[in-house]
């Protein structure tokens, strides 16, 4: 098994590569969110559907400027947006949000939506801030297997077609994946998979969730 430290693991980031790095809850095979043939790579390493949108994450509240669509924090949903985010990020929560035209297909459905959390995770985080931009934070395993949270538990196939393995930092917690939810307005939360961060919480500040 590479592995690779946190100012290698950005560099092969930058340089349009791929890497495995623990978040707050499994392992995760990453690459730059803007790097169209890096995102290619992980869906090839993983067995997953290309239709599939491939989550994200970042590791500082500015770093949303290079994934949220222009004008969403001032349009209607941006107050909800901003209040979920104060409560609920750092965190295991995932909202699914209008993003820039710019980024690659891989990242965003059919609607220009994308799946983005703050991760609380500190080598998560300091490798968005080290590689300059929203990481992909898909599961390190191929598709229909179990997700990592031990360097152990690694699928010996990802790790190698990986251009490094990230493992300092606190291990993953395993547990639940993040809780995916979109805003749908009035205070409305469709939820798409209910994870990590209980629906209950969601509704104790005051939201109602809804059907998709």
Known sequence: MLHSDLSTAARALRAGGCVVYPTETFFALGAL???????????????RPATKPLPLLVGEMG??????REGFLDG?????????AARFWPGPLSLVVPCR????????DGR???????????TAAALCRLAGGALVATSAN??????AAT???LDAAVVAAADGVVAA??????????????????????????GATPVAALRAAGYEPCAP
Do not use: C, N
Request: glycine letters at 14%; aromatic letters at 4%; proline letters at 10%.
């Open 142 to 147: 191929v598709s229909g297997l179990p997700p």
């Open 151 to 153: 360097l152990q538990a």
């Open 112 to 122: 220009g939506y994308v799946s983005v959390r703050f991760t609380p995770h500190p």
């Open 63 to 68: 770093q949303l400027a290079g994934v949220l």
């Open 76 to 84: 209607p949903l941006g107050a909800d947006f901003r209040a979920l």
């Open 169 to 194: 930092g606190p291990a993953p917690g395993g547990g639940q994946a993040s809780t995916v939810a979109g805003l749908a307005g009035g205070r409305r939360l469709a939820i798409y998979r209910e």
């Open 33 to 47: 969110a803007t790097e169209a043939a890096a995102l290619a790579r992980v869906v090839a390493i993983k067995a």
């Open 101 to 108: 035209e710019d980024l690659p297909a891989l990242v965003k």
